[in-house]
């Protein structure tokens, strides 16, 4: 059972950046990833990270160049740094954990993912 706790959201205007972070339980060859949903929409891949092995990580194409997912190993901590949001990035950003074996690559698809967070809520305005 891995245990997430996000935290790091806000309010913050469009151009504007946010870190968020999820505290993770274990520290295991796992698929660590950043997922959101917005009111009225489905859950959302925004990126995902090698905990372990190589670290790789993996983005979606609507967040490539603005976000950076990042992990500290030493505090169990993973992160998601947003830059230039606009209002589209506002929805309620969930980190999830799944044991994803070392030779497949991390997926940004909610239904791979085992365990979940409470969620923290980001913001943008116009």
């Known amino acids: 059972q891995v245990q997430l706790v996000e935290s790091g959201g806000g309010s913050v205007q469009a151009g504007g950046s946010l870190t968020l972070s999820c505290a993770a339980s274990?520290?295991?060859?796992?698929?660590l990833g950043w997922f959101r949903q917005a009111p009225g929409k489905e859950r959302e891949g925004v990126a995902a990270i090698r905990r372990g092995g190589d670290g790789s990580t993996y983005s979606s194409d609507s967040v490539k160049g603005r976000f950076t997912i990042s992990q500290d190993n030493g505090k169990n901590t993973l992160y998601l740094r947003m830059n230039n949001l606009t209002p589209e990035d506002t929805a309620m950003y969930y980190c999830?954990?799944?044991?994803?074996?070392?030779?497949?690559?991390?997926?940004?698809?909610?239904?791979?993912?085992?365990?979940w967070g409470q969620g923290t809520q980001v913001t943008v305005s116009s």
């Open positions: 274990e520290n295991t060859n796992l698929c």
């Open positions: 999830a954990a799944s044991y994803v074996p070392s030779y497949q690559y991390c997926p940004l698809v909610s239904g791979r993912y085992n365990y």
